[in-house]
């Protein structure tokens, strides 16, 4: 550990007087993470001036005056790329930003006026905001601390569900072969664990959420690294037997028990701990529109995830770290692609399908709050009239430029039966990025979001 | 810091019965470091069958039994690619292997028996042999932590020849804009790092070594992130008023020195200090053929890096680290581009360019010798006769697929003088790897540097 520097005393002391707020934004792959980022960036420094953020009381009573990007606090990670996500949204036609990868950082300093005037009236005051955007697949791997070897892999076997594993057919075909008592070949771990980290991606690629481990989709520097080449073996009953020293089955399980304490655990400890709120993304209407088994895919991980935000007394994350998070956000995105008057029911369903965890969390005494939201608004409602009825509809660009006219149809307010599968036509179709003109990113109840995770501190 | 684990303590006692050697091979990029490695491994799980290593006494003795890999230290470090190394050369027609990035680690089992037979006689000993990779440019950027921001700028710039000047242009441009005292603009900072970026890796296209910062080259998980967006600002003079906060300077200055403690200290930390032999590879013939200030810039980059190795009292090494590497090599590559008599030349021509560095390490007791060598010959010696006379040559197979003989000429012995390059024709074509029929690769003094590097541990 380095000693603390000046900076690092100054983030204590704006720390003491509630002058600094750390909020990490995740999600998993496809919710939307870097639109959201880019427009809460790009609302906040457009407050005062054209951002319309009239459910943030302090935007809508003009107290808020702006923000500008500063300094990061930790120079050794990856800043949150603004400027290129701003400049693709700019471009004729415009583009959705590249999505981010691993962990990225971004600080601003807000300047706004307290709600109750001081003494001297008319004073301003700054809140620094750590913004963190990190892949909600690494949440998922909390769970593999509270498991060994033997019982994650068969953790992993019951996962796997019809759709799912034809992702992983080259894969089971192969690992069949191997002996687990026979002595490692490397080569052979290596290649075998290489077709796993395939079945993930290409299951990922099918829009499939629950995916452990999850560096194994973003592997950065450790590519090629041993730490990443296990796989979850078929077969393995409670370990009655210790496996043989220098067997495949021993050489699997030192890999995952590495895996857990240099890969997962310093996760939470260097960053997850430190993060004072936290909103989680998720592309509810994605999963919706793909059918029963990729729904069924993002209930289980979601409830995953939410363990990460679980601080009850017996919790795996209480046993493990101190986390400190005390708000919690969970937003069903890309809200603009069904009518505004299907908004609460899209909240609706985000809350049943997190029933369980909710109920979790909110006896643990975490406040959480689910929203709908859109971060960056690429479609605009519409009412249109055939043979005297009115039905809400809405009009966006497709990403190959057509102009399209949607009845997106309905959104079922309780986690949906069989037959909402076999009548449903739900459709979701990918749309352009509005064309902007100068002014900030248009939004749906992005203000909402940043009342819930930043409105006290600006109080 | 993790708790030591069995395997932990098993290194340990290893090493204290002198049954493990950390060998840690680098170069610069192009000196040949993979074929290195690849080809050491190769030669030593051949050793006692097809491999000839007559210069290693434990081979030539039939005393050295064999090598298998077993599961390497560190999980969480790549392991060197063998498998995909020897796939590539193997292919037809072979190719060379994909040069590796970072850091990458091999662990072999060496069987042999040694040279004294104990009372029992006939028994077999084990050396555990740890082979690391890593690239050269890290250790370019030792004598950075010699310096503060503005010292080190002044170096920077100084070490700026016409040649090399010229793949600045671009930041040389836009760099004169900044002004060093305005406040910081995160944007403009990094899009200036960016391109000091692409003048150092278009450099290194070009074969200058000279290159700080080394991570620049090489960011991994660190691409995009604030400690990598330094660079030298030009006329800086030795600080004679502080920057004032939150200043382009300061900005710069706060980055150098994140990067001195949290990237290079860690490197040394970490992994060099470990090291207990090292050899460092060098494309002597390269530069050469390539022309004097390219010559000269690696004749600079070397002493560099020799510093690494100077363990000197007073050394910055010294005074910062622990190191414990108590044999070095230096070996000039592709030794297999000159005719056979040509060899001690071009051993004396490496030893006349690391004089200096080589006296201080003598000075300080650190055991170093110079080789030439070839990892895997890719050419055949041949004689040929023309009116009488007879010159020696060499025969390949160049990368186009075409059969060449080639005169390449003579090595000077000592620093070439300005007359040497008017007059050169030094040739030096890029060869395609031999054909292997099945047995171990070919090579030229591998076995001498294997002797010096690891032959006493096999006695």
Known sequence: MRPPSARDLQDLLDRGRDRQLRLAV?????????????????????????????????????????????????????????????????????????????????????????????LLGGETRQLTL??????????????????????????????????RREHFAAWLAAVAELDPAAPAEEAQLAALAERYAEGLRSAREAGFADLQPGRFLLPGDLEGAPVLQFFPLPGLDDGATKPAPGSNLATLARRFRH?????????????????????????????????????????????????????????????????????????????????PEQHPRLVALLEALLAEPL??????????????????????????????????????????????????GEVPVRLPERDFWTRQGF????FRPPVIDGGALPHLRLDAALDWLLGDKLQ
Chains 1, 2 share one sequence.
């Open 26 to 118: 995740t999600g998993l792959s496809r919710a939307g993470k870097t639109a959201f980022l880019t427009s809460l960036v790009n609302q906040l420094r457009h407050a005062g001036l054209e951002a319309r953020l009239d459910l943030l009381p302090a935007a809508r009573e003009g107290r808020l005056l702006g923000a500008r990007r500063v300094d990061q606090g930790d120079l050794s990670v990856p800043r949150f790329p603004y400027d290129p996500a701003m400049a693709a949204l700019t471009e004729t036609p415009p583009r959705w930003p590249e999505p981010t990868r691993g962990i990225s950082e971004l600080r601003l300093l807000i300047r706004y006026r307290p709600a109750r005037r001081g």
């Open 259 to 339: 895996y857990q304490q240099r890969i997962v655990k310093p996760f939470y400890r260097e960053h997850f701990r430190r993060f004072d709120r936290q909103i989680v993304l998720v592309d509810l209407l994605g999963a919706l529109a793909a059918g029963p088994e990729r729904f069924d895919d993002l209930a289980r991980a979601l409830g995953t995830l939410m363990q990460s935000f679980d601080y009850g007394k017996r919790s795996l994350m209480n046993r493990l770290f101190a986390p400190r998070i005390d708000r919690l956000a969970i937003a069903a995105t890309k809200a603009d692609h069904v009518t």
């Open 359 to 408: 109920k979790e969390l909110r006896f643990a005494d975490v406040p959480v709050k689910g929203l709908s939201l859109a971060a960056i608004r690429a479609t605009e409602p519409q009412e249109v009239t055939q043979r005297g009825t009115t039905s809400p509809a809405l009009r966006g660009t497709l990403l190959n430029g057509e102009e399209a006219l949607l009845f997106p």
């Open 427 to 430: 459709d979701f179709p990918a």
């Open 130 to 163: 750590d913004l963190f955007d990190y892949p909600g697949e690494w949440l998922l791997d909390l769970p593999l601390l509270g498991h060994d070897y033997a019982s994650w892999s068969r953790a992993q076997w019951q996962g796997l569900g019809p759709a």
